[in-house]
């Protein structure tokens, strides 16, 4: 179900300061879609996602969840919580610790006052689902952290909602048990085909799980694609920056060539992905330390290979990330340890153009 946000607003007012959380975002979060609310602590990405729950109520503009409009300030309409058909599973596994793990599961069931035999059934397929069979009648507080947040998705399904939210489920676990319950999600939200919104301050979450990523900074939403786009070809520095660790350098746009934007920056004259810039604009260069291939005594044909001097080297498994100086800037780079260069050295640099982007924000 497709969930539409126009123009929402929600400002704070907290000892004297005001904090707009929400600065008129407009937002459509396509059909059983994995979408993801991406951004630092404080964007407002948890008060995004209370006020389409129903938690939190905004200040202006309309949510709609399919064809129902369930906030509107200038309609006047606010449907409660309980009838907006969400589930949603938080941080902490919100499970309660005197119950097991069916009565958990079961508990939206028997508040609906289902009948018996229907909770079983449905809590049996929903335990199948998140592959947790023979803990039923188990302490739900006797599983591990991963294993209670299945509980607490499986609680969320049983409802069967219309639109699942995460807000930060993972958080709590540590890495490994994280990357697991991270891979489980995903399949068990792909098996559904449901709509999730999930919200994650964790760009490898987010770049791992989602079929689309929204980017916010200070209550507004930056950008908004694929994790390929966002990752490879973002057009918002912010947004580069925040989603990976990128180089960014100030540039001047200069002519194109062929089927490249060549810009002036630190580093000199460097062929571009081809981007509609105006000669003379003012522009950020942006490459990714994986993009950069740093060989020694190899120069060989082509553009983008400049000569930069090793500052530091540190080895972190498989390759060694490299501080490299390039006249008065300095890059981060990855060498192959089967390039046996040492710090101090003098090696040449081939900037892979198609990964050299020029951002205008
Ligand atoms: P985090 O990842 O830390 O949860 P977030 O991106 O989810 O951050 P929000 O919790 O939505 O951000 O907060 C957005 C802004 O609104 C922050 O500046 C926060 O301090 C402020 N804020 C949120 N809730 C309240 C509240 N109840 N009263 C006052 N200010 C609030």
Not at 5 to 15: A, D, F, N, P, V
Not at 264 to 277: S, V, W, Y
Request: net charge neutral; hydrophobic share 40%; with cysteine.
């Amino acid at each position: 179900m497709e969930i539409r946000i126009e123009g929402l607003c929600k400002t704070y007012r907290s000892e004297g300061r005001t904090v707009a959380a929400l600065d008129h975002v407009d937002l459509t979060i396509p059909a059983n879609e994995i979408f993801t609310l991406l951004g630092p602590s404080g964007c407002g990405k948890t008060t995004l996602l209370r006020c389409i729950v129903g938690l939190e109520t905004p200040d202006a503009g309309e949510i709609r969840i399919g064809d129902d409009v369930v906030w509107s300030s200038e309609r006047r309409i606010a449907v409660p919580t309980e009838k907006r058909g969400l589930g949603m599973v938080f941080q902490t596994y919100a499970i309660w610790p005197h119950m097991s793990v069916f009565d958990n599961i079961a508990y939206p069931l028997q508040v609906r006052g289902a009948p018996r035999a229907r909770i079983r059934e449905k809590v049996a397929r929903a335990l199948e689902f998140v592959q947790l069979r023979g803990v039923e009648r188990q302490p739900a507080t006797r599983l591990s952290g991963g294993q209670q947040q299945r509980v607490a998705l499986a609680r969320a399904l049983v409802a069967e909602p219309r639109v699942i939210l995460f807000d930060e489920p993972l958080s709590n676990l540590d890495a490994k048990l994280r990357e697991e319950t991270r891979k489980l999600l995903r399949r068990f939200l792909g098996e559904l085909g449901i709509t999730a919104l999930y919200v994650t301050h964790d760009r490898v979450e987010a770049l791992a799980l989602s079929h689309t990523i929204a980017v916010m900074q200070a209550g507004r939403v930056i950008e908004t694609g694929t994790p390929q786009h966002m990752y490879f070809d973002a057009r918002h520095r912010y947004v580069a920056d925040f989603i990976g660790r990128a180089n960014q350098f100030p540039a001047i746009v200069r002519n194109r060539e062929n089927d490249y934007t060549l810009a002036r920056c630190g580093l000199g004259t460097i062929h571009c992905q081809a981007r509609d810039l105006p000669e003379g604009a003012e522009a950020t260069l942006c490459i990714r330390p994986e993009f950069i291939r740093v060989t020694r005594n190899e120069v060989g044909p082509g553009f983008n290979v400049i000569e930069g001097t090793i500052e530091s080297m540190e080895f972190v498994g498989e390759v060694y990330e490299a501080e490299i100086r390039v006249n008065d800037e300095r890059l981060l780079a990855r060498i192959d340890p089967d390039v046996q260069a040492v710090p101090g050295e003098r090696v040449e640099l081939r900037l892979d153009p198609a990964h050299c982007l020029l951002l205008s924000a």
